[in-house]
């Protein structure tokens, strides 16, 4: 592995970083003290960094904390890939993928908020691919015994899939479908519509791509592309300049390396060249996954939601539709089955995994706390209770390391003064 960066070369390049990086932008550190945090408590945390880069867990990683609107701490460590010695910075480019799905939400309900939709409207009615896509049940294709609704596509509960493990037959289809393969998303659209049903809808939580089939409801709500239509609305308004579908030129050179655990071989690997998603000239537009983006713009984004929908006076969403967004959608019948994704204390709210009995969870957390990850070991929550946002960026597949779990007890110990 790379010989990691001491204590004292990592918090240089944070300050300088701090102070430059951000094109402009208010980029502050604060003293921890004044949001009822512990300085000394937090440099825990950037012992975890350390000696996940020290022990060869990950080849670099930036975290980033803040609590009452303030970040407390913002620290990069390692390198930017195993075939990149640069060091890591705080304004590196990552691939979020599922991390997008939360924003997808968002985009989603700036259109709801409009009269755009309803939650209880048939899919269909804006799709009319789905008006006669049918259940697979015993191998015979019936129609289900209810339409798909746009509600379930925030959840996950629309009877979709996505062919992660071929163990049955519809999840076999959508394997053959190669819908990641499609031209654009209109043509991923075609495929998914001709594809079977793998459960009833509204009957249980399973993990899928209702989150890019929700993107193209966007699409042809707003008229306007998916990236077009993000632009516009959340990355604009919120001066997230480093979030985007098509990383630019310009950029590239911050963009994290590619990456994968190799179990077999106990390291880090770098992503074969012909296995890693591309990132220019990109067609296929996708609410489940797709975005890049970097920690200080992520946590833009949630601070607008912590918020109630608003950041430095621009408004995104109603503060009531961010209440709103942020409820358990579920009912225990629904909940009861579907683990994908999901602890034993979690349930779904629209477009991210909301909290309902903290003492079920892996790690410390709050009653109400809202969040998501992404494919390639990233992880961000936003905790109404502490007014506390936690955001931990990696680009490591198949990541064996608990960082998820660790950055939450590091941030939580940290805490002086609850809520």
Do not use: C
């Not at 640069?86 to 989603?108: C, G, N, Q």
């Not at 629904?334 to 602890?343: C, F, I």
């Amino acid at each position: 592995m790379h010989k990691p960066l001491s204590k004292i070369t990592t918090l240089a390049l944070s300050l300088v970083l701090i102070g430059a990086s951000q094109l402009g932008l208010a980029q502050t550190i604060s003293k921890a003290e004044k949001v009822g945090m512990s300085s000394e408590r937090l440099e825990r945390l950037d012992s975890l960094g350390e000696r996940y880069i020290e022990n060869g867990s990950y080849s670099g990683l930036v975290s980033l904390i803040a609590r009452k609107g303030k970040i407390v701490h913002f620290k990069a460590h390692g390198n930017y890939g195993v075939d990149n010695a640069k060091p890591m910075e705080t304004d590196t480019l990552f691939r979020i993928y599922s991390m997008t799905k939360p924003i997808t939400a968002v985009a989603a309900m700036t259109l709801y908020e409009q009269g755009k939709f309803h939650m209880n409207d048939p899919v269909s009615k804006y799709l009319p691919q789905f008006a006669d896509q049918k259940i697979l049940i015993d191998g015979e294709l019936l129609t289900p015994e209810a339409p798909m609704l746009m509600r379930q596509l925030f959840m996950h509960t629309a009877g979709l899939s996505y062919g992660f493990v071929a163990d049955n037959p519809v999840d076999v289809a959508y394997q053959k479908a190669q819908l990641f393969q499609s031209a654009n998303l209109d043509d991923f659209i075609a495929k998914v519509a001709k594809l079977p049903l793998r459960y009833q809808p509204g009957e249980r939580y399973h993990y899928s791509v209702s989150m890019d089939v929700l993107g193209a409801v966007i699409e042809k709500l707003s008229g306007m592309p998916l990236d077009e239509y993000y632009a516009k609305t959340i990355f604009e308004p919120l001066k997230m300049k480093d979030t985007f579908f098509e990383i630019p030129q310009t950029k590239i050179a911050r963009f994290a390396s590619d990456q994968f655990w190799d179990a077999k071989n106990n390291k880090v690997m770098a992503m074969p060249a012909d296995q890693s998603r591309p990132f220019d000239k990109v067609g296929l537009f996708m609410g489940g996954g797709g975005l890049i983006s970097s920690a200080y713009d992520y946590f833009r984004f949630s601070q607008m939601v912590l918020n109630g929908g608003e950041l430095d006076g621009v408004r995104i969403l109603g503060p009531k539709t961010v209440k709103f967004m942020a409820s358990n959608h579920m009912t225990p019948k629904v909940r009861a089955v579907g683990e994908h994704n999901l602890h034993a204390g979690q349930s779904m709210a629209l477009g991210y995994g909301v909290v309902t009995n903290p003492a079920l969870m892996p790690a410390m957390s709050s009653k109400g706390e809202i969040s998501w990850a992404g494919l390639a070991g990233t992880k961000f929550w936003i905790d109404p209770e502490e007014e506390l946002i936690g955001i931990g960026l990696v680009q490591l597949y198949n990541s064996p390391w608990p960082l998820r779990f660790d950055l939450k007890v590091g941030a939580y110990q940290a805490i002086e003064t609850l809520n």
